[in-house]
Nanobody
Framework: QVQLVESGGGLVQVGGSLRLSCAASGRRFSLYLMGWFRQAPGKEREFVSAVTWTGGRPYYADFVRGRFTISRDNARNTVYLQMNDLKPEDTAVYYC????????????????????WGQGTPVTVSS
């Protein structure tokens, strides 16, 4: 089994920054793809960013490109999401997700391509 634990969420003012962490444990080395999703109140869960443990380019949703950066620390089995220039519309619960393979659809943005999920960490951006 795989366990994903997110941390780093909180309350921040507009224009501020936060860094989210996702620590993977258990059968961590079975994982290939790591992603971040978010869900705002009353809305569906949406893709934010993704990266593989083996390298390669990261993937971002258009609405975070240039503001958010995903990175990984293989030694710590941790994936990070650095969020800068935060906006009120970034308010959501942020979820870490993982899977053991590259998506069959060739895009890492579909929720159903991820089999493992964390419990989420809330982010609130106040104006």
């Amino acid at each position: 089994q795989v366990q994903l634990v997110e941390s780093g969420g909180g309350l921040v003012q507009v224009g501020g920054s936060l860094r989210l962490s996702c620590a993977a444990s258990g059968r961590r080395f079975s994982l290939y793809l790591m992603g971040w999703f978010r869900q705002a109140p009353g809305k569906e869960r949406e893709f934010v960013s993704a990266v593989t443990w083996t390298g390669g380019r990261p993937y971002y949703a258009d609405f975070v490109r240039g503001r958010f950066t995903i990175s990984r620390d293989n030694a710590r089995n941790t994936v990070y999401l650095q969020m800068n220039d935060l906006k009120p519309e970034d308010t959501a619960v942020y979820y870490c997700a993982a899977d053991t393979a590259w998506p069959s659809t060739s895009t890492p943005s579909r929720r159903d391509e991820y089999h493992y999920w964390g419990q989420g960490t809330p982010v609130t951006v106040s104006s």
